[in-house]
């Protein structure tokens, strides 16, 4: 069972000790992420996660903080979302103090040095010129400008590039001290390691000032993207995404929904797969997915089809949406649907830096961190009835969005496939 210590300055530390591993993993999540933006700032907080690696007071330079980890074998990374920031590393046992040190003087120390900042511009302009020639990552964040529209749970983390060649150090330490509080902070550490340890270590390294974050993010404006987004772009295959708006993660359906989204998509034997990628061949990857944020969220299948069958592909995959849509899911299917997530979540568990993941993110913005077995049990309870019922709710025809990168002029062509 997973411990939650909160100190004197709001800090929060979750922790969980994992039998059959040597290793730990210290997660910080801030509640900064891209929501936390407006149209002057968008991509600051995807750019700042670059300069925390920059250097600080006790590691100077990029340099220093990869050869700390490198040289004990550690791994270290970090990750923008929509609502929070991450920074983890992940060692052997024996190691963990270093982490804390590395991720500490990171965090708390950081000096957003001008010179540094100049050449990680070029750094981040590459990375979105990237995300541009990479239609699978595209097509997620053009299907999520429909669904949310011009406000910024439908933007992307990667920003402007207005912003990229602008932003300058005081910009920097104007956002983290706005949004790098200690009350908006967790802090966990999973794996080999005792809580009393695990706590005693986060007070000796994270030593941080009680405060505030100055603000937070404004509510979901029922702002509509449009029914189609179409990128008429030159390529070799299609990439679509077909969907509708979802439910938030703290809604009451939110596991039923989970469980749609596998029958219809989520792995080999789903729906979407054997009737549209195995029965007609008319695409390579194909997969259905929920993006769930704190007051909305999106459900999307995704697929990479064959340019000249495109429309046939996206009628097929709304066809799988209207069926599950009319007809009630067999037990049998609901029943391996449950088997495959809690499968899958315990396969993802067993690593300690998924553990703490799940663990921090529960604790900074779901109002508490929360046991497996307790999503286990939410699993559980899902009926064949609860499944009809949010699907009927959610796949309405004038809800459906598309979205579409390939060789193509002209969006009346997917608006005519958009009826069930």
């Not at 993010?217 to 979802?246: C, M, Y």
Request: charged share 30%.
């Amino acid at each position: 069972m997973f411990r939650k210590t909160s100190l004197d300055n709001g800090l929060r530390i979750v922790t969980q000790k994992l039998d059959g591993t040597k290793a730990v993993t210290v997660l910080v999540l801030v509640g900064a992420g891209s929501r936390y933006e407006h149209n002057d700032i968008r991509g600051i907080s995807h750019f700042l996660e670059h300069m925390f690696f920059k250097g600080a007071d006790r590691y100077k330079n990029t340099k220093e903080v990869s050869e700390a980890i490198d040289s004990i074998g550690g791994e270290f990374n970090a990750f923008t979302g929509k609502e929070y920031a991450g920074y983890y590393v992940k060692v052997a046992s024996e190691n963990v103090e270093t982490a804390c040190d590395v991720l500490s003087d990171m965090l708390i120390n950081a000096k957003f040095d001008q010179e540094e900042i100049e050449k990680e511009r070029g750094v981040i302009l590459e990375e979105y010129n990237m995300y541009q020639d990479t239609p699978m990552y595209q097509i997620g964040w053009n299907f999520e400008r429909l669904v949310f529209g011009d406000q910024p749970l439908g933007w992307d983390q990667i920003g402007t590039k207005e912003l990229i060649k602008s932003v300058n150090h005081d910009d920097f330490v104007k956002y983290q001290g706005e949004l790098y509080s200690s009350d908006n902070t967790v802090i966990a550490l999973v794996g080999n390691i005792e809580n009393d340890d695990a706590v005693d270590l986060v007070k000796k390294y994270f030593k941080m000032d009680k405060s505030k974050k100055a603000y937070d993010w404004k509510p979901l404006d029922d702002k509509n993207g449009g029914r189609v987004s179409l990128k008429d772009k030159k390529t070799e295959q299609a990439h679509i995404a077909v969907g509708f708006p979802g439910l938030s993660e703290g809604h009451k359906d939110h596991w039923a929904l989970k469980l749609l989204s596998v029958i219809l998509g989520g792995n080999m034997s789903s729906r979407m797969f054997l009737g549209v990628r195995e029965a007609k061949g008319l695409s390579y990857y194909i997969h259905t997915s929920t993006d769930d944020y704190n007051d909305g969220g999106a459900i999307v299948t995704n697929a990479g089809v064959d340019l000249k069958r495109v429309d046939e592909a996206v009628s097929g995959v709304i066809e799988e949406y209207r069926k599950v849509r009319d007809e009630d899911v067999p037990e049998a299917e609901l029943a391996k649907a449950k088997s495959f997530l809690k499968g899958k979540m315990i396969l993802n568990l067993e690593d300690s830096e998924e553990y703490a993941h799940m663990l921090a993110k529960y604790e900074l913005l779901r109002g508490g961190a929360i046991d497996p077995d307790e999503i286990m049990k939410r699993l559980d309870v899902v009926t064949v009835a609860d499944i009809r019922r949010v699907a009927e709710d959610l796949f309405v025809e004038g809800k459906m969005k598309v979205a579409a990168i390939g060789p193509y002029g002209d969006e009346g062509r997917f608006e005519d496939l958009m009826k069930f």
